[in-house]
């Protein structure tokens, strides 16, 4: 017997989805629910959001607090240095979570819909949007133990005693993929005195939400409509790898997972089309892609979690071969997916994508040089008892260079990784401590407690305002030199995410980067990821360098040491 008919508006492709996941579970009650929220979406969202991507597009990931004064709060002084010093080179920012949390820099979410009130209003997210996109953080898999939806699973009160996953302790759960050395299940003591073990993928604070259940869907839907209702153009789902749970399997990348995100992007698709579902799976590479469904129904950009360490790996072995290697082998189901590129973002630099690509032995050189120069690492626990690094915690500035470096060899190994970064087909982020030139703080490690604080400092505006204003300090010459790489790039077609993409390595030591344009039009980009003098023979009578303005001419070219 077939499903039985609803009396519903919503549409036949979210209908479809619905009934992948719940059945017949999904009553009519939870049908009348839906189509009263996506009705209500509709009348509030008058935003016209931007249809697709292009080489204008580029992102800067921060926190909504990065910056303190005396005059007001922290988005208001974030949004005053966006203005100044940041809007001619991003298009969107992504505003790391800026709601009320209890840990995690902001992923335990104590409520979705608020404004962390020590941090800014609403009106100020609003404000953003007058000069940038913005970008949101889904919080999608779990939420804080302080949280009012816990509060009333504790006491028991109905309709949340199903919105946790309670499970028996002595279920054998030894298949599950753990990203964290830390238990999966956490006691908790209920209103009536039982206890009851609850999933906690992450921490003892962040509980797993149980997507089982058809109201904590419609819950979730809430969160997202409001999202889009409050202006986010780009939506990232954090860690929704993990968001189905199934005993016996691994519980990460299940289909109903899968499911579940085809739904979120067909609920956005209805209200607000144009906007950008990116998931967020640290994981190895073809995990990752398989996020990107059909090209057409499932996320629309995914991390690109490899290339982070990979652009490492070249710097630090002076060796662009496994990178270019990689690089060839990338390909995207539609020119309606594209890649969310990256070197540094608020965690570390994950460990995880390179497994498949380097061999072991390579990956554990790599933490074991990094380690060496300061860098913290992050591991994990295997099914079999071992544990492996899984994560290098560490600034990208210091991650690329020796402590005994001068601010010059820093500088130019630094560009170069951005201008590999800016060089890929896909959409550019970067991280405001990347921009900011920050080095690591291990007074901040000290303090809180975790590795993951060294690249999470926060600052007093003035001090950084007289820092980018100084021309001898490492942060003036890092802001002013990325800023104009930037530039550059938002303003050439060849780097349109769509556009023709070639990679090789020339010598071990150099790559060749060439983006075309459908009409032709092409820009080569050159790397010495060494430190050594390369001379090269280029197969052309000389062209305009972008970065210099100068134009070169002859078939010979003279790379410098770490020189684009």
């Not at 990208?396 to 890929?424: P, Q, V």
């Not at 590795?451 to 007289?466: C, F, G, H, V």
């Not at 150099?510 to 009409?519: E, G, N, P, S, Y």
């Amino acid at each position: 017997m077939g499903p039985l008919p609803r009396k519903t508006k919503v549409s036949q492709k979210i209908q479809k989805y619905l009934l992948e996941v719940y059945g017949e579970t999904f009553s009519q009650r939870h049908y009348d629910v839906l189509e009263r929220r996506i009705e209500k979406s509709r009348s509030l969202i008058k935003k016209q959001r931007k249809l697709h991507w292009d080489e204008s597009d580029v992102v800067l990931i921060t926190y909504a607090d990065q910056f303190h004064c005396e005059t007001s709060k922290p988005l208001p002084a974030f949004n005053q240095f966006f203005r100044k010093r940041l809007s001619a080179s991003f298009s969107h920012v992504h505003l790391l979570p800026f709601y009320p949390w209890s840990s995690d820099d902001g992923f335990s979410v104590i409520d979705y819909h608020q404004v962390a009130q020590e941090t800014g209003e609403w009106k100020d997210i609003g404000e953003l949007n007058q000069t940038s996109q913005l970008m949101f953080d889904f919080v999608c898999n779990h939420m804080s133990a302080k949280s009012e939806w816990f509060k009333n699973y504790l006491q028991q009160k109905p309709g949340y005693e199903h919105f946790f996953i309670e499970m028996d302790p002595s279920t054998d759960l030894s298949a599950v993929t753990r990203p964290r050395a830390l238990p999966l299940l956490t006691p908790f003591t209920l209103h009536d005195g039982t206890v009851r073990y609850l999933w906690t993928t992450f921490s003892d604070d962040q509980i797993d939400l149980n997507y089982a259940c058809p109201d904590v869907l419609l819950a979730m839907v809430d969160v997202l409509l409001t999202y889009l209702e409050q202006g986010a153009d780009y939506i990232r789902l954090d860690a929704v790898g993990f968001m189905w749970k199934a005993p016996g399997t691994t519980c990460i990348h299940l289909e109903k997972t899968h499911q579940l995100i085809k739904l979120f992007r067909a609920i956005a698709d209805e209200v607000a089309p144009g906007t950008v579902i990116i998931t967020e799976t640290n994981v190895p590479h073809q995990d990752n892609i398989s996020y990107l469904g059909n090209g057409y129904d499932e996320a629309h950009m995914v991390y690109q979690f490899s290339l982070p360490p990979l652009v490492l790996h070249a710097v630090q072995r002076q060796d662009t071969r496994a990178l270019c290697d990689w690089a060839k082998t990338l390909s995207l189901p539609s020119s309606k997916t594209t890649w969310f590129n990256f070197l540094a973002s608020h965690d570390g630099i994950g460990l995880n994508p390179l497994r498949g690509i380097l061999p072991e032995e390579e990956i554990l050189q790599l933490v074991e040089a990094l380690q060496q120069e300061g860098a913290l690492v992050n591991w994990k626990n295997n099914p079999d008892g071992s544990r492996s690094p899984y994560e290098i915690n560490v600034t990208y500035m210091d991650a690329l260079s020796k402590r005994d470096s001068s601010d010059d060899e820093r500088l130019a190994r630094f560009i170069l990784a951005h201008a590999i970064l800016l060089s890929f087909p896909g959409v550019p982020a970067v991280y405001i401590q990347s921009i900011l030139g920050s080095r690591n703080d291990y007074d901040g490690v000290e303090q809180l407690g975790y590795n993951r604080a060294i690249n999470r400092k926060k600052y007093d505006l003035a001090t950084i305002e007289a820092a980018l204003n100084d021309d001898d300090t490492l942060r003036h010459n890092v802001f002013q030199t990325l800023s104009k790489l930037i530039i550059i790039r938002r303003h050439n077609n060849a780097f349109h995410p769509n556009s023709a993409f070639e990679i090789e390595s020339l010598t071990s030591e150099v790559m060749r980067v060439t983006r075309t344009t459908k009409d032709g039009e092409a820009i080569t980009a050159l790397f010495n990821v060494s430190d050594q003098i390369q001379t090269m023979n280029i197969c052309c009578s000389g062209g305009y360098d972008l970065i210099s303005e100068t134009y070169i001419t002859g078939e010979t070219l003279m790379l410098h040491p770490w020189q684009v």
